[in-house]
């Protein structure tokens, strides 16, 4: 125990800015922000041990914890250290991302199935209206089930195949 006395007592101040510099490059690199305060307690307590030299190598070590623990949480506690956490709930679901688009009939639907383009991708389709569009009809995805869209008529679009 002796030896690690000895040891962190004799640690000079340019030890603790080296452990600062390297905490804050891997921030940089990590880009966590659990890294940044841990490595500005270094400094601190670097600019600490410059000004007063003979502190004792365990209150630095001490000082250094508590410095790094509790600017820490106030980081995360404060509004400027909460990342924004906005998920896009349909972000895995790509058909309910269609939802609301207009898309294109590629065939004639029959019984009320056909399918329909998105982008480059050809869709099951199932008219919900109970309308039998045919290809070239614009239609709208209202809805989704698995890999089938959900399609009504496009607001606005005449319907060649539109039910009476």
């Not at 030896?3 to 640690?11: E, K, R, V, Y």
């Not at 004792?56 to 508590?66: E, T």
């Not at 924004?84 to 019984?111: M, P, W």
């Not at 869209?149 to 496009?154: E, M, Y």
């Amino acid at each position: 125990m002796d030896a690690i006395t000895q040891f962190l007592n004799a640690q000079p101040a340019w030890h603790w800015w080296a452990l600062g510099a390297v905490l804050l490059a891997l921030e940089i690199a990590s880009t966590t922000q659990y890294l940044l305060w841990p490595g500005i307690a270094a400094l601190l307590v670097g600019v600490l041990k410059f000004l007063v030299p003979p502190l004792n190598g365990r209150l630095a070590v001490f000082l250094f914890a508590v410095i790094a623990v509790v600017a820490t949480a106030t980081w995360k506690r404060s509004a400027w250290g909460r990342a924004e956490r906005n998920t896009h709930t349909n972000l895995n679901d790509r058909s309910a991302q269609y939802i609301g688009r207009v898309v294109k009939a590629e065939e004639n639907f029959v019984n009320g199935r056909g399918a329909v383009r998105v982008d480059d991708t050809r869709w099951s389709a199932n008219a919900v209206d109970g309308s039998s569009p045919i290809k070239g009809d614009m239609l709208q995805v209202s809805g989704a089930d698995g890999a089938e869209l959900k399609v009504q008529r496009a607001a606005g679009s005449l319907m060649a195949g539109a039910a009476a």
